[in-house]
């Protein structure tokens, strides 16, 4: 039953998504919308984000930072370094790609992506990391951002996870679309994760990190503290963390309003 509603829910975001972009972009007939997963096996393979940026069509990277990696697992420790040294690495990795396609006036446009990195930690519980999230311009504020969202948390389900990670720049101007998505998804901001640029602390830089957790005694509860004064608990007050950094939307970067995520204390 739970697999059929998990169905239905899919099929009217679809339905959902495929009504934004006709209306945004004119069409007179509802798009075709095809959600693909499939899995990557090499990284420079078609699909894969080394093919993809020398076709210089990835949004929001610094110029020929993926032709750095040889390889996913060195990209994976370049993101989550905290996670790469937690990860068994006797157990076998794999990447997944979730693509959205969407068919219009006869021709079919990849239109979003979402690169997943699917490892096993030495306690033994398997993990989904994401390693990069887009949405092609042209389909922005369609709902494509909350269509692969649903699909990656069908897929790390499928996998049996016992959660996702994902982190986001504070600097982004775009971080209040690519971070609320995910809180809206019952994602979690956390307390003390490591990230790569964070030599001399935990949390404390330029990164939010998020988890969903698919089981509730696995959350980690935390404070949210705004450079304001405001201060949330995470995720009991889910829903005033989102209006609040909707009312900070006018700031240059609204992510830089986060101040800090601490551990909850009674």
């Not at 210089?56 to 790469?84: M, V």
């Amino acid at each position: 039953m739970r697999h059929i509603c998990r169905e239905l829910k899919m099929d009217q975001i679809v339905i959902g998504c495929a009504r934004k972009i006709q209306e945004k972009l004119g069409l007179k007939h509802l798009p075709e919308i095809s959600v693909i997963t499939k899995l990557l096996t090499e990284y420079d393979e078609e699909d894969s984000l080394h093919r993809l940026e020398m076709l210089g069509q990835l949004i929001g990277i610094p110029d020929g930072y993926y032709g750095r990696f040889e390889s996913y697992l060195e990209l994976f420790r370049e993101e989550y370094i905290q996670l790469f040294y937690e990860m068994n690495h006797e157990k076998p990795y794999h990447i997944r790609l979730v693509k959205v396609d969407v068919s219009c006036d006869g021709s079919v446009i990849s239109a979003a992506y979402d690169w997943l990195f699917f490892g096993k930690l030495r306690s033994g519980k398997s993990f989904c990391a994401v390693l990069f999230f887009m949405v092609n311009q042209r389909f922005e504020r369609c709902g494509l951002s909350h269509l692969l969202k649903s699909a990656e948390i069908a897929l790390a389900q499928s996998q049996h996870c016992a959660f996702i990670q994902t982190y986001h720049d504070k600097d982004n101007p775009d971080f209040n679309a690519t971070l609320i998505p995910n809180l809206q998804e019952g994602f979690v901001l956390c307390p003390g994760i490591r990230h790569k640029e964070e030599l001399d602390g935990w949390n404390e830089g330029e990164f939010v990190h998020l988890r969903k957790y698919f089981s509730a005694t696995n959350i980690i509860k935390s404070y949210v503290f705004f450079t304001d004064g405001a201060v949330c608990e995470s995720p009991a007050q889910q829903q005033e963390i989102i209006r609040h950094l909707r009312s900070l939307a006018n700031l240059k970067f609204p992510g830089e309003s986060i101040a800090n995520v601490a551990y909850y204390k009674k």
